[in-house]
């Protein structure tokens, strides 16, 4: 962290005795100002501008930093203003909403990069004393679009095409990287050349991986088309990362028995799941109580990957154990009943649909969370399905103990699976229709997972 003069924190100390600043919360008041430093220094802002505060609490949110602690912080800074800066006009401390402002989840714009885009703001007192600096009115940069409305478009186009809420967290992620690179820009003056300079800001100084590259460029190709509504174009020339062909990591039949030994009750179930059916994490955990088939032994995935549907065979070997797993479920079921259980999580509008289906022993999760969820907006007692972390830090720790020096998360079991049928001589078409892959060149890559055999012996296709 960025140091600070001796004589500035005394100064600063003085500043906070006169103020009568509790003694409890002065060393919360440096740490601010520490903070405040390192941020300067980083992201190259005068220490002695305020132009640089609505970026360094946008900074402070996307830390998670809560609003008490942020009220703090500007509350710290202005302090450190008005003492270095006698003339500096002091700031508001109470942070009243300015309706002028442009504002969104993390930032807001002040009030030199208003003026920069042609709107000066006008305080109730400059009006009473200056009326002739009243403007006529606001202009259409400012009206007819605002970073606020960037993201509740973002929102609106993201649930009119059902994508994924990961796809919306990941998009409004950036959307405000990219906001925080043009400094609050107007976004009728965004051009495409600023999407290539962000991006090779992204490659060049931040060194991302190609992945993240391209998730970027494919972000905001969608924020120029769908919330701008601009055709792209020199956008269409811009170079895209390469990514490198990838082998995924496949377990062997005995590694993969070894981690299961290592696995505690349920998660070992889970990953039976992964192995024996080929699931994806999100699409074994989502799965409730309607959708086995225990007497046809088949299992069905609704809203997999791309929102499909697919039925896979239960494995027989975990039919048993599926089963007393479902009576526990059902047990636990009856006792939250018992207790004023006010149902499952539903997607969509299901519940609004179907009066009452939430309390129904078929929409149950199959693998239910360990704690009761409290909504605060309702007081309602609801159990949502197991965590996905609890998933991924059990299969670490089993790998850890059984020694497996390989990079085995929950979605090798997935790999493994694939790998293995490839192995029995299965067909490409059968694995691919299995995991659920819209296109075969998905699936091909499994073909590098296995030894190459070939025919020693040449023969004549008449002789097959």
């Not at 409730?288 to 499909?308: E, S």
Request: glycine share 4%; aromatic share 12%.
């Amino acid at each position: 962290m960025f140091p600070i003069h001796r004589e500035l924190e005394a100064d600063f100390d003085a500043v906070l005795n006169r103020k009568s600043v509790p003694v409890q919360y002065r060393h919360h008041y440096k740490k601010w100002l520490r903070y405040y430093w390192d941020f300067c220094h980083k992201y190259h802002y005068p220490v002695s501008e305020k132009e640089s505060l609505p970026h360094f609490k946008g900074k402070l949110r996307e830390k998670r930093q809560t609003e008490i602690q942020i009220k703090q912080a500007f509350e710290a800074i202005s302090l450190y203003y008005e003492m270095i800066r006698p003339d500096f006009n002091q700031i508001d401390r109470t942070e009243p909403p300015d309706p002028g402002a442009v504002i969104h989840d993390q930032f807001q714009v002040s009030e030199t990069e208003k003026k920069a885009v042609g709107y000066e703001t006008i305080t109730k007192e400059d009006q009473r004393k200056y009326p002739e600096k009243i403007p006529a009115k606001t202009p259409e940069s400012l009206k007819t679009f605002s970073w606020r409305t960037a993201y509740d478009s973002l929102h609106n186009e993201i649930k009119v095409r059902h994508y994924s809420p990961k796809t919306l967290k990941t998009y409004r992620h950036w959307l405000a990287k990219f906001q925080a690179f043009t400094k609050s820009k107007a976004l009728e003056s965004l051009s495409d050349t600023d999407i290539k300079e962000f991006l090779t800001f992204l490659a060049v100084k931040k060194n991302v991986s190609s992945s993240t590259q391209n998730q970027a460029f494919n972000a905001l190709l969608f924020i120029y088309r769908h919330i701008l509504k601009k055709e792209p174009g020199i956008l269409k020339d811009t170079v895209r990362a390469k990514k490198k062909p990838y082998i995924p990591v496949v377990l062997s039949r005995q590694e993969t028995d070894t981690v299961l030994q290592h696995l505690s009750y349920p998660y070992d179930l889970v990953v039976k799941f992964l192995y024996g059916c080929g699931l994806r994490l999100f699409e074994c955990l989502n799965l409730r109580i309607h959708n086995f088939n225990f007497d046809a032994r088949i299992l069905t995935v609704h809203d997999g990957k791309g929102q499909k549907d697919r039925t896979v065979p239960l494995p027989h070997s975990i039919i048993t154990e599926s089963q007393a797993h479902l009576e526990k479920v059902r047990s636990l079921y009856e006792q939250d009943i018992q207790e004023g259980y006010s149902g499952t999580f539903m997607f969509g509008l299901m519940e609004k649909k179907y009066k009452g289906c939430a309390k129904e022993l078929i929409w149950q999760w199959f693998f239910p969370a360990i704690q009761l969820t409290c909504l605060p907006e309702t007081g309602e007692k609801r159990r949502y399905h197991l965590h996905e972390s609890h998933v991924q830090k059990a299969v670490k720790s089993a790998v850890s103990k059984a020694g497996i020096y390989k990079r085995v998360s929950c979605h090798t079991f997935r790999h493994t699976y694939a790998t293995h049928l490839l192995q029995a001589n299965y067909d490409i078409r059968t694995i691919q229709e299995l995991l659920g892959h819209s296109d075969v060149k998905t699936t091909m890559i499994y073909t590098h997972t296995i030894e190459s055999r070939t025919l020693k012996e040449l023969k004549s296709p008449l002789d097959f």
